[in-house]
């Protein structure tokens, strides 16, 4: 009987430990870096920058002028409100863009060899 308390007590103490370390806060979107464009799936709307606006737009199709080339190619992200473009900069910064591709995080560049 001890074996059997001291198992759900494990049990109910690994499914707590693995809840907390489970993120659910926020908004979670698909950042596709090589056409600078997120999408909400529960909202299915895309937001992008509407270069003749000169400001993010939000809409449940893109223009016909832009086009995600690889929907398989995209970084999950939680945001904590649904202005996500706010933070648009320092996910440019970590994914890179079509314009400015990140480096990735574990490459490192060495100096030509000088002679």
């Known amino acids: 009987?001890?074996?059997?308390?001291?198992?759900?007590?494990?049990v109910v103490f690994t499914g707590l430990a693995a809840n907390a370390q489970t993120d659910s806060?926020?908004?979670?979107?698909?950042y596709y870096?090589?056409?600078?464009?997120?999408?909400?799936?529960?909202?299915?709307?895309y937001s992008w920058f509407d270069q003749s606006k000169a400001s993010w737009t939000t809409g449940i199709q893109l223009p016909s002028s832009f086009k995600i080339k690889?929907?398989?190619?995209?970084n999950t992200i939680r945001y904590p409100g649904t202005d996500i473009w706010a933070a648009n900069p320092d996910h440019i910064k970590?994914?890179?863009?079509?314009?400015?591709?990140?480096?990735?995080k574990s490459s490192t560049t060495t100096p030509p060899p000088q002679q």
């Not at 806060?25 to 698909?30: D, F, L, P, V």
């Not at 870096?33 to 709307?45: L, W």
């Not at 690889?70 to 995209?74: I, R, V, Y």
């Open 70 to 74: 690889n929907e398989a190619t995209f």
């Open 33 to 45: 870096p090589e056409d600078n464009i997120y999408f909400n799936p529960k909202t299915k709307t």
């Open 25 to 30: 806060t926020g908004t979670e979107y698909r």
């Open 94 to 104: 970590i994914y890179g863009s079509k314009n400015n591709p990140a480096m990735p």
């Open 1 to 10: 009987m001890k074996k059997i308390i001291t198992l759900l007590i494990a």
